[in-house]
């Protein structure tokens, strides 16, 4: 409710409206974004609470609407949005009701109509309208002013019709009636359940403590003063580093037993509103959440085989998105990059479809490629960044990229010492377990963060009235804890890394292991401090300090409180930036990385990804879910759209950007 108050008392209800970026406005808008961080958006996904939650602040919204994981509504503009009966948005899809451009804050209406559906990372700007029955494909986007008729299908970047939209698919023989709740008691359900899958997980750590406290001799009587009475203590500093260290483990541990325990998902398609849709949701649940933990270690592939899915030896795993693991058989040496939308439960028009999704020897997939359930892969495929993947035409050993994909004839092929990059030294696996385990470590810091704030805040008491507690001590001492989370952050950046240049490192090197780490260790501990500072100049300053070059009056969109390469990073005056930079790749197992330049006043548009060695011309345009090729020079003041971005004709550009 606090935020629902700061709305309307800071914004009021939202109107369409263009207004420059740092305006009066802008600072209005900017607290309500910022007080919407509050709701826990994560915990109400996949719940009709979700739909309450947006009804209050302004929009209109159906019933029975589904919201994946990653479906981002947080940023205002509320007022604007009408979502019909029976809407799907798909996991990480997004609603352009508030976008950068041009230095501006442009808010603008969004309407989806009655049982259309949205499909992964499917994008509309704002003045679009999806009407009802309509579908928007995966990785696609919708342009701003443009319309998608009732009962179409549109593909590609920007969108064009594709056909009709499939209907509903038939419930499997005996599902149709079974176990389906009504959808607030369905949200119920799951709502109670995550809590209850939570409550087991501080269970397990209080009992964890327990028995080290036991083993190291500290009775009950002392340890619950100490936790009244906080006080600092040389023997706390061993089972302050060491607990966490062994605890994290052991959770994980459990968290893919208990994934397993769920049992086998049936292949097919279920009710959205079923019984059986909830345990579909928390075995996606639990792999996201062990992801952050583990993704890209060699202890990955061995979680996800506990957890149920089929991986083969020398396979090289990242994030994977939306994952139900006994759907999925993945073959010997592949690669997945970051961002891997793999065989993830198809929500269309109120049903589930679930299918089984194998990717064969040898295959590399690029950051965001999206492959649908039911997909089989042949050997050696390589699909490159934001491609879906289409059994019609891949062969084994062809290439593919772009949206809609076209075959590259020819791969660049990175030639390197298979001992660096396949079948590496014991010496080079000691120093890669060394550096991924160092993750069960990183809780340490904030731990003890958390200690010294509880000690000063202890020994403050003492002689502040409770108003210099509650408005001055407590806050400047919570400052100071997130800002020296921050500067752990800086520091390890220059410790572990130093001034990076572009060059290529392969998988197996110390260097790469290095560099994963301190990625890890930076959404750790300041992806939540820094993201409070999104849409300041504030953040620029810290990017700055990190090795980015930033210029002034630079606007970052959201996605800015962490960046992979910081000093490849070159942002001229004036720039709006909204990309995911892929100022580096992983191909052939080598880590190639080159410097990406965004000239003055140029900007680049929502969920785009620009790829190392690009360069941005001046005043130049990119559009939303585009991809800038590596090397690529785009020329100033001139449009792009497309998956690869193409130039646009001044008319279609307008239109574009209208």
Not at 215 to 228: H, I, N, P, R
Not at 287 to 306: D, Q, Y
Not at 463 to 474: C, G, K, N, V
Not at 548 to 568: N, T, Y
């Amino acid at each position: 409710m606090t935020t629902v108050g700061v709305k309307w008392i800071r914004a009021g209800r939202y109107r369409p409206a263009v207004t420059r970026v740092w305006s009066w406005f802008y600072l209005r808008h900017w607290i309500v974004e910022q007080t919407a961080r509050m709701i826990p958006w994560s915990l109400l996904e996949g719940t009709t609470a979700y739909s309450v939650v947006l009804r209050l602040l302004g929009a209109r919204v159906g019933r029975r609407v589904h919201i994946h994981h990653g479906v981002h509504l947080q940023r205002g503009g509320w007022d604007l949005l009408t979502i019909g009966d029976d809407v799907s948005l798909g996991c990480d899809s997004w609603l352009g009701l508030v976008a950068l451009d041009g230095g501006c804050l442009h808010i603008a209406p969004v309407s989806i109509g009655d049982r259309a559906t949205l499909e992964v990372r499917a994008g509309v700007s704002g003045h679009t309208h999806v009407e009802s029955e309509a579908m928007l494909t995966a990785l696609s986007w919708l342009p701003t002013g443009q319309t998608i008729p009732a009962g179409e299908r549109w593909n590609g970047v920007p969108a064009m019709p594709a056909g009709m939209s499939p209907g509903a698919p038939l419930l499997v023989t005996g599902r149709a009636h079974r176990g389906i709740l009504l959808p607030g008691v369905h949200g119920a359900v799951l709502l109670a359940s995550l809590i209850l899958r939570s409550s087991i997980s501080i269970m397990v750590t209080l009992i964890a403590v327990a028995l080290f406290a036991w083993s190291m001799g500290v009775e009950y009587a002392t340890a619950e003063e100490w936790f009244t009475f906080p006080t600092w203590s040389n023997g706390l500093l061993l089972p302050m580093i060491v607990l966490p260290i062994l605890w994290m483990p052991v959770v994980l541990a459990i968290q893919a037993i208990e994934v397993r325990a769920m049992g086998r998902v049936k292949l097919g398609v279920l009710d959205r509103w079923s019984l059986a849709y909830i345990r579909v949701w928390h075995k996606t649940h639990g792999v996201n959440s062990a992801s952050r933990w583990l993704s890209g270690t060699l202890f990955w592939p061995i979680w996800l085989r506990i957890a149920g899915m089929r991986v083969g030896p020398r396979s090289e795993i990242s994030t994977i998105i939306d994952v139900v693991p006994e759907c999925v058989n993945i073959g010997p040496e592949c690669f997945f990059a970051d961002g891997i939308y793999l065989g993830g439960p198809v929500v269309h028009r109120g049903t589930v479809t679930i299918g089984f999704t194998t990717i064969s020897r040898g295959t590399f997939l690029g950051n965001h490629v999206v492959i649908p359930a039911g997909t089989t892969l042949p050997d050696s495929s390589f699909l490159g960044v934001c491609t879906v993947a289409n059994v019609a035409y891949l062969n084994p050993g062809t290439s593919w990229f772009g949206h809609p994909a076209m075959e590259l004839p020819r791969r660049e092929v990175v030639v390197a010492d298979r001992r660096l990059t396949h079948e590496p030294s014991f010496i080079r696996k000691v120093s890669r377990v060394f550096w991924e385990s160092l993750r069960f470590a990183l809780p340490t810091i904030p731990l003890l963060v958390a200690l010294g704030w509880f000690v000063l805040m202890q020994r403050f008491s003492a002689d502040a009235s409770w108003m210099w507690m509650a408005f001055l001590i407590a806050p400047a001492l919570t400052l100071a804890a997130l800002i020296a989370e921050c500067l752990f952050v800086l520091g390890l950046k220059w410790m572990l890394l130093g001034r990076v240049r572009a060059g290529q490192h392969p998988l197996w090197s110390c260097w790469c292991s290095r560099w994963d780490f301190l990625y890890v260790a930076w959404q750790f501990y300041a992806i939540g401090p820094l993201a409070s500072l999104q849409g300041t100049l504030l953040l620029n300053m810290f990017l700055r300090a990190t090795g980015a070059k930033i210029g002034r009056r630079v606007v970052l969109g959201p996605g800015f409180s962490q960046l992979v390469d910081p000093d490849m990073l070159n942002i001229a005056d004036g720039a709006t930036v909204n990309a995911n930079f892929q100022a580096h790749s992983f191909e052939d197992r080598v880590l190639k990385l080159a410097p990406v330049h965004v000239r003055r006043n140029a900007t680049i548009g929502e969920n785009s990804v620009v790829f190392y060695g690009a360069d941005i011309g001046e005043e130049t345009w990119v559009a939303p879910n585009g991809v800038v090729m590596k090397n690529e020079m785009l020329p100033a003041k001139l449009e792009f759209a497309g998956c690869p971005v193409q130039p646009v004709e001044q008319s279609a550009a307008h239109h574009l950007k209208a």
